[in-house]
């Protein structure tokens, strides 16, 4: 499958659509548990680093959601910056200045904007608008956002690297859907994709943040230092229960070999060098969150199994085919049962971005 | 039914989407031919009367196209906008300060925004954005928007009003689904409805739109003075044929006297009248498009029978039930054979307005 097919596989399938019981909307608990983490951290971000004048040649006051996907979360992480922003506001005594807000939410055209919209917050305080379209490119006008946040979103890299793909290269993935227990060439073949696509990510917000607008990131990725093999266990584990139905018979090896996820664990430093290389943002905070559930194993692996067929569900529908689904996800259940739960669930950050002055 | 009932019906079903024979998309013809009539219009309108300082103190040339559907009308409108405004750039020696451009493509929650997204143009010039809601409420902030359109949208109201629904009223709309052929009552209690909704309307507009912003209509009206039984002939001509099928004992009687359309034409003067009372608007430009096409009845009237299906059958069916839909639209298309084209075809109205200065 060449690398172009494999992009739109991804850009086909972002997030299972609808509101059925395998939908994205009714699987994202685990990331809103994240979310309520960080829900926090962002009011903090925006108290100490927001500087409200950045709003006041404007009409209103901007926020992008890139990589909304249909909601629930993206709303609960909405309302968190508006109220924020609010907060800041009063706390500066300047309460009838507070300005209307504008919310942009983003994800590819495939997202399902229908039922995004059906369910926006009847008694929300902002204009709402959908933007369709990858966030590795362009979406907004020059200088038009003051805050870009995006949740879970800057892991998923544009596409896969085209090496990983062809059984002729060294960096030939065969076996593996990610790099994690993959060759030294697949990681590096991953780690390029990912330093091209940030460098572009950067670029465009870089151009659409207003000065001194901010950029809040959240983000699974793996503390520095620490080895590929402990980056992305929750979908090493989904391949080899892809492998497993190999075996069995159900699936035909070569289909595993040619699938790949376009997903980036990012360390904290790795982020550094690309927001230095491109020089338009200074880095406020880069903090790793604390994991939002102290559940058991057992208790948990049902929602991260959940979680990851909401994401996954659409990339592995096209590649294997429907009738699948169902015992692969029954199988993965039963391994995340008898994972480590802190491997399982990884690591999260978030780092908040702000637009320096040109 | 109650009038919230029937307001939802209008609001749950503008138009068909997605893009199979009886679509809107591909039944949007008819309007596409006054699109190109307007297309001119709307060009010199822009070149007379758009005074390019109203972009000089935002960061893009903001457009919104109010009832979008699912194109590609608006597109072509959009487009055309977007080219006349650079023209006006480069007419006045401004090449290098051509504003980028941000289209909001707007219209009802439950239009279908993931269709019209999959198709916008990839060679666009334009930043787009989907805003879901009715244009008879707020949509942007305050001072956002310095261009709005809206092309055969704002002759839909906001809802049927209540009274011809009401069998106690005098103004019960019995046997007819709009008012041209019906009693006085029930024509003031439409013209009632329709100067609330155009007061909602331009309230909104008002506070959306840049002072020296531009409002451009096209809307299919009245002649002022002209009698209501020359208005919707079209939509008049489908109650006959539901008439018909009652007759026939395909539909009850009592479906048709608790159905009417949501419409309204408006003659000049009454919008003239709405625009006065809100204040906020001078009137640049009020005139009557040519007819675009000369055919003679035959060869027109599939295209306007396929066309009022493409924008009604979602309100039928839903009132009527799906099995009526092909006998009904058989037996329309014949009546519009044996009627008179131009009578058929109605009048169209493209107005200009300017927001005021406070």
Not at 193 to 222: I, K, N, W
Request: one cysteine or more; charged letters at 20%.
């Amino acid at each position: 499958m060449a690398a172009e097919d494999i992009s739109k596989v991804c850009e086909a399938h972002p997030m299972i659509g609808g509101d059925g019981p395998n939908s994205y909307a009714k699987n994202s608990t685990y990331q809103k548990g994240f979310l309520d983490v960080a829900k926090e951290l962002v009011r903090k971000a925006i108290a100490e680093k927001l500087d409200i004048d950045i709003s006041s040649s404007s009409t209103s006051f901007k926020i992008a959601d890139l990589g909304c996907s249909v909601g629930p979360n993206t709303f609960f992480a909405v309302e968190n910056i508006v109220e924020a922003v609010e907060l800041k506001y009063q706390g500066q005594g300047m309460n009838s200045q507070i300005p209307e807000f504008q919310v942009f939410f983003n994800d590819h055209t495939s997202n399902d904007f229908n039922m995004l919209f059906k369910s926006l917050p009847q008694n929300r305080r902002y204009y709402a608008a959908g933007v369709p379209g990858s966030f590795y490119g362009r979406l907004f006008p020059n200088a038009s956002i003051h805050i870009a946040h995006s949740s879970y979103g800057i892991h998923f890299l544009s596409r896969v690297p085209k090496e990983v793909m062809d059984r002729n290269s060294p960096a030939w993935n065969r076996g593996h859907i990610c790099y994690s227990n993959s060759t030294d060439e697949v990681v590096r073949a991953y780690k390029a994709q990912y330093a091209e696509d940030m460098e572009c990510f950067l670029h465009a917000r870089a151009q659409e943040t207003v000065h001194g607008g901010l950029m809040l990131l959240t983000f699974p990725g793996s503390p520095d230092g620490s080895p590929h093999s402990r980056s992305l266990v929750s979908l090493e584990l989904l391949g080899s229960c892809l492998m497993d139905l190999v075996r069995k018979g159900v699936v035909s090896e070569e289909k595993v070999d040619s699938f790949n996820m376009p997903v980036y664990s990012m360390s904290p430093q790795e982020l550094e060098v690309a927001v230095k290389r491109n020089g338009c943002f200074s880095i406020d905070i880069m903090a790793e969150l604390p994991r939002p559930l102290a559940h058991d194993t057992l208790s948990i692996s049902p929602m991260i199994a959940s979680h990851i067929r909401a994401a996954m569900e659409g990339m592995i529908k096209k590649q294997f085919g429907e009738e699948i689904l169902d015992e692969l996800f029954d199988l993965y259940r039963q391994k995340c049962e008898q994972s480590v739960i802190n491997t399982l669930l990884g690591d999260t950050f978030l780092v908040v971005l702000r637009r320096k002055a040109d």
